[in-house]
């Protein structure tokens, strides 16, 4: 049996991920950090689709404890077969006005916390032989968006690491990923003024946000036997706001 | 002894022959790749129990040998 560790896993779109991935018929490592994050519930909720899950604690931006959760992983799994690095947050503001320790922030949960995940996922991948790394982007790592220096950068920088990471280690039968997604219906974007939020919708082609299904539908392909020959992609899942 | 367990682990990552290995060997000659020795460092340190920091001025075998006893 195959085992996906999805980081950041016990709400939210991690959530739909782990859940999806389990349906897949994937074992699941539910990577959490706050105690207060239903983890238990979600893996209880990936119980029931009849595979094995466990949930770990671990703050992803600390290389040690990645280290100990890759470490835990293996020992009760056996492999580490996919990793989806979902882990992150958001601090905007205009950059003239911006707080270092909010692009600290956004860069150490982001983007550092990818390195950490891959540097200790990989070495159990190269003897393996195989692995899947798919890490979420964003449409603003692509695009741009103002407010969101920080954020932007940390998702521009993880394509750079993927495209890097996918040529380093393709010859071990390792596929390195990303899915970046457009504007997706979730409660924070239910809760945006009616006006910005039918502007947004209006200048997406196919007139519609993106659901979290649209994001693991990307994600559990990319994981599949037919994603065996892409590597070092990364696929927009914006419905074609950004080309 | 840390010469043959250090053959061995050349020889099952790289799928040759343990008796084309000697203690001359480069790493070169053996094709073995910056990839590949990561992947033998990774197997040495757990047979050995060492961390090995600088693999990449190791060029032979016989540099191999001579940092485990060094540092074993």
Redesign the interface.
Known sequence: MSTALITGASRGIGRELALRLADEGYDIVVNYLFEEEDYAGTVAEIEKKGVKAIAIKADVSQFSEVEAMMKQTVETFGSIDVLVNNAGITRDGLLARMKEEDFDAVINVNLKSVFNCCRHAV?YM??QKHGRIISMASVVGLSGQGGQTNYSASKAGIIGFTKSLAK??G??NITVNAVAPGFVETPMTDAMPAKAREEVLGSIPLRRGGTVKDIADAVAFLASEQASYITGHVLSVNGGMYM | MIYEKIAEIISDKMDIDVDDITMDSTFESLEIDS?DM??IV?DIEEAFEVSVEDAENLKSVADLVKYIEDNK
Do not use: C, T, Y
């Open positions: 070495p190269m003897k380093e280690i010859s071990r | 990839l990561v992947e990774m």
